[in-house]
Structure formats: C-alpha cells, structure tokens
C-alpha cells in the first residue's frame, strides 16, 4: 500500500512538472502586466526654450486650449528663460522631470495613458525553454497627444519568457536569441 502511494505520488509530481513548461494567457497576461508595469503613461519630451518646440505647441492648438503660454515677444536680456510655460490646466499631464533636463528647460509631460489590452498569440521555439508571447496594448490619449502625431491608439508588442526553476520569467529579446540558439539553458 506504501509503494502504491510513493508511486502515486512521484507520478503526481511528474505530472505537475510537465504542465509547468506550457504557459498559459492569464498567467502570461499577469507576468506582462507586472513587468511592463501596466498601466503606465507614455512621455514626451518638451524642450521649453526651443522656438520650434514652442512653434509645435501653437499648431497642436495648446496654447487655445489653455494648456500652456508660448512667450513670443522676449528681450535680449530674457534669452535664458523658456518660450513655453505651463498653466494650472497643464498640472495634471506634468510629469517628474530630472534636474539634469531641467537645466536644459525640459519638461516632461504625458501624452498617454497604456494599458494591457490581451494576448493575440503564444508561440513556442525550437527550445523548450523559450516561448514569445504576442500582445496588444491600447493607449488613451489626453490634449497633448498631438505633439507626437505617429502615436497610435493600439499596438502590437512582443515578450520573452524563459523556462527556469522559479517557472517561467521574463527576459529581453537579446537573451531570448541566444537561448533560442542553443537550444537549452
């Protein structure tokens, strides 16, 4: 009866080993979200003493929607102050900047919101220990989006994951090359 159970189990955790290698959507769905830290907000870059950046901002029509002031008219003694400046309306889309942009008069701001939309393919590799997981992330727009006009609404991403003793984990395309190169780990 003993021998019975011993093999009962050692059959049991064979079984459980074996399933282990197949990733499944949620849990591919999940280790994306927590990697990729979703939802997070897509940047952008606005170099406030630039004349064309302050040029982009009136033809995106900023300025009209009381986001920012381009400061058109300067002196010769304003030269080091910035064109483009923030109202109260802007707040919300400001985002932490480093010191050493803002020495330059770069402000970040976002654009976007991204989220995890759903994963559209899980492909396996020559490797056992490899597999690429095709998803899709929708982003929501906010006022400033026109600054950046090629930014679009939904898009296709791509992520690596590889088979290790903790189960399956994210990796970069770089390391997923060579995994899938030799075939093993």
């Known amino acids: 009866m003993k021998t019975t159970v011993k093999i009962l189990i050692c059959v049991s955790l064979i079984l459980l080993g074996c399933t282990k290698k197949n990733l499944d959507e949620k849990t591919a769905a999940e280790l994306i979200i927590k990697e990729y830290q979703y939802p997070r907000a897509v940047s952008y870059d606005v170099f406030c003493g630039d004349p064309a950046h302050a040029r982009k901002i009136i033809e995106a029509g900023l300025e009209e929607k009381g986001l920012v002031k ?109 995994i899938n190169l030799r075939g093993n780990l």
């Open 70 to 178: 381009v400061d058109l008219k300067r002196r010769i003694i304003d030269s080091d102050k910035p064109f483009i400046h923030f109202t109260e309306s802007a707040m919300p889309y400001l985002m932490q900047t480093p010191e050493e942009d803002k020495k330059y008069k770069i402000q970040k701001i976002k654009i976007a919101e991204e989220n995890f939309d759903s994963i559209t393919n899980i492909l396996g590799t020559s490797s056992d220990k490899l597999i690429i997981v095709e998803y899709t992330v929708t982003r929501k727009l906010n006022a400033f989006a026109p600054l950046w006009p090629d930014l679009q609404n939904k898009m296709k991403r791509k992520a690596y994951f590889v088979l290790s003793d903790k189960g399956w984990e994210p990796t970069d395309a770089k390391n997923a090359e060579f």
